[in-house]
């Protein structure tokens, strides 16, 4: 009696894996054939992988997480004789929800929230001031003033030649500490630049220290900085 071992044999699957940047960026990745949709969660933060997958054409789409712009990796992927296919790794932007006119940073690891901020250009001087509070400490008001000096358009900005910053507690023209006080310092990269329409943007981070004849003692670590179209006024 003959028999076809061939026939026996079970297909060959494919499978398809895909690598994500920033990690978390992606919440799922979607695998549609003919009617039917596959979907892939990731095996950890950055990596998906579809397995036992027959030979055939696949769309593959990525649904990004909160706050990432929507997927923009569609396409077709064919599997031939059951092979394993990795992509490149895909990079995903995060969506800017900053709103015109807003400003946020993080002193010494305590979210700082702005509620009013304003800025003025003279003689290529550029100085942005912000007032807000840290969390949970509404009741002590803490501005911010960056001063930027020979500012010609969009660049980098840093201390001592181009960038200075004052930070103050409780009232606004007492400022309390200083980037200019030795072992400060403070980094601008202004983005926006608009004098037209007097527009400025920018992220900035600094140290600063408490000034002569300060009472303070302890240090301001300013991170994350940010401004958004702030006015001039």
């Known amino acids: 009696m003959g028999c076809n071992k061939d026939a026996a044999k079970p297909k060959p699957t494919g499978s398809i894996k895909?690598?994500?940047?920033?990690?978390g960026a992606v919440t799922k990745m979607v695998l549609s054939k003919s009617a039917a949709?596959?979907?892939i969660l990731p095996v950890n933060d950055d990596t998906f992988w579809a397995k036992n997958l027959e030979d055939g054409p696949y769309l593959i789409a990525f649904w990004p997480a909160k706050d990432f712009n929507v997927p923009k990796y569609m396409q077709t992927i064919t599997i031939t004789n059951g092979e394993a296919?990795?992509?490149d790794t895909l990079f995903f932007e995060k969506r800017d929800t900053r709103k015109p006119g807003e400003m946020s940073a993080t002193i010494n690891n305590i979210e700082w929230i702005?509620?009013?901020n304003e800025?003025?250009?003279s003689d290529s001087t550029l100085l942005i001031s912000g007032t807000g509070y840290t969390k949970n400490q509404y009741s002590n008001p803490q501005d911010i003033l960056?001063?930027?000096k020979h500012v010609k358009g969009p660049g980098i900005y840093s201390s001592p030649s181009?960038?200075?910053?004052?930070?103050?507690m409780y009232r606004p023209d007492d400022f309390l500490y200083s980037t200019e006080v030795q072992g400060g310092n403070i980094n601008v990269n202004l983005t926006k630049f608009d004098t037209v329409n007097n527009r400025f943007s920018g992220d900035f981070?600094?140290?600063?220290?408490?000034?002569?004849g300060s009472t303070m003692l302890n240090t301001k670590n300013v991170t994350n900085g940010i401004f958004t179209d702030v006015l001039i006024r």
């Open 18 to 23: 895909a690598v994500v940047s920033p990690e």
């Open 37 to 39: 949709s596959i979907e």
């Open 85 to 87: 296919i990795d992509l």
């Open 114 to 116: 702005f509620y009013t």
């Open 119 to 121: 800025a003025k250009w």
């Open 146 to 148: 960056i001063g930027l």
């Open 162 to 168: 181009f960038a200075g910053v004052g930070i103050s």
């Open 205 to 212: 981070n600094f140290l600063a220290l408490p000034i002569p």
